[in-house]
């Protein structure tokens, strides 16, 4: 059965920085590309950045493009995303998933697998 685990979420004061990761129990975790999405309080879940499957070639919203950093390990079948100076418009539950192809090919791309979700809360 295929698994996405999220951790690293939490509560922090605006201007800091959490590194989440993505674990990722799928055979083919290497060939896919990957991305993070979130979704905040009332609001729609959003695209927040996308990895191609060999980290070469990274895709950012323009509301973190700059303080956000996503990145792989394949070797060990995880995923990151580095966020750094937070603001509270970042609170949210952030969500991995796993793409069918291997790039991220905007809007249109299929996403196949997805976590359970971690929450981020950063306060004022």
């Known amino acids: 059965q295929v698994q996405l685990v999220e951790a690293g979420g939490g509560l922090i004061q605006a201007g800091g920085s959490l590194r989440l990761s993505c674990a990722a129990s799928?055979?083919?975790?290497?060939?896919?590309?990957m991305g993070w999405f979130r979704q905040g309080p009332g609001k729609e879940r959003e695209f927040v950045a996308a990895?191609?499957?060999?980290?070469?070639?990274?895709n950012y919203a323009e509301s973190v493009e700059g303080r956000f950093t996503i990145s792989r390990d394949n070797a060990k079948n995880t995923m990151f995303l580095q966020m750094n100076s937070l603001k509270p418009e970042d609170t949210a539950v952030y969500y991995c998933?796993?793409?069918?192809?291997?790039?991220?090919?905007?809007?249109?791309?299929?996403?196949?697998?997805w976590g359970q979700g971690t929450q981020v809360t950063v306060s004022s």
């Open positions: 990895i191609n499957w060999s980290g070469g070639t990274t």
């Open positions: 799928l055979r083919t975790f290497s060939s896919r590309g």
């Open positions: 998933a796993a793409a069918t192809a291997s790039y991220y090919t905007g809007p249109n791309t299929r996403w196949e697998f």
